[in-house]
């Protein structure tokens, strides 16, 4: 991947039918703290929400990037264009050297069931294609069916392989013009 077009990929906003996935900036920590408030959110993942405080300081440090230079963070805000609402988030770890990116979604409870983390989903594993990465991961508890059914949606496929109690869902993108044209 060429690393400008690596560069780029987490700063444009990237459309699906219903949804703008907006770069996330830690002004939105205010209206994701109520999106992200609902404890159900974290049973298969751990933790609690965040205060409002709590999470934009948490933004902040997403925004500066990642600390190791062989890595970005892109962080998307799910935008409903219907009514201008933020319903998620949706965010890749990029690996340049490796071509790689590993993603990971999250709808708040009040927006659940509407195919909305599968569309963002889709949409950002068709920016990551469109910008030359050839592997995409996930990693989904094995009891999270919901997030499971999101990853398969994207055409990702679940792997023997665990981590930390998670199954690796893995997309081999084929290389074509925007992979090679780095």
């Known amino acids: 991947m060429a690393a400008l077009r690596a560069v780029t990929v987490g700063t444009e906003t990237v459309r699906t039918a219903r949804l703008d996935l907006v770069p996330l900036r830690p002004a939105h920590a205010d209206e994701m703290a109520a999106v992200l408030g609902d404890p159900a959110l974290y049973a298969f993942t751990g933790g609690a929400p965040l205060s409002r405080a709590e999470l934009r300081a948490r933004y902040e440090r997403l925004a500066a990037g ?13 935008r409903l264009r219907a009514d201008s609402r933020l319903a998620g988030t949706v965010q890749a770890t990029l690996v340049p050297a490796r071509d790689l990116a590993e993603i990971a979604w999250v709808v708040g409870t ?23 990465v050839r592997t995409v991961v996930a990693h989904v508890h094995p009891a999270h069916l919901a997030s499971a059914a999101v990853a398969a949606a994207a055409g990702l496929t679940a792997t023997d392989e665990e981590q930390d109690g998670e199954v690796r869902w893995r997309l081999d993108l084929p290389a074509g013009p925007a992979a090679d044209a780095g």
């Open 66 to 78: 990642s600390p190791d230079p062989g890595v970005l963070w892109c962080n998307w805000v799910l």
């Open 110 to 132: 009040a927006w659940q069931g509407r195919g909305l983390a599968t569309e963002a989903a889709r949409g950002l594993v068709g920016r990551l294609a469109a910008h030359g």
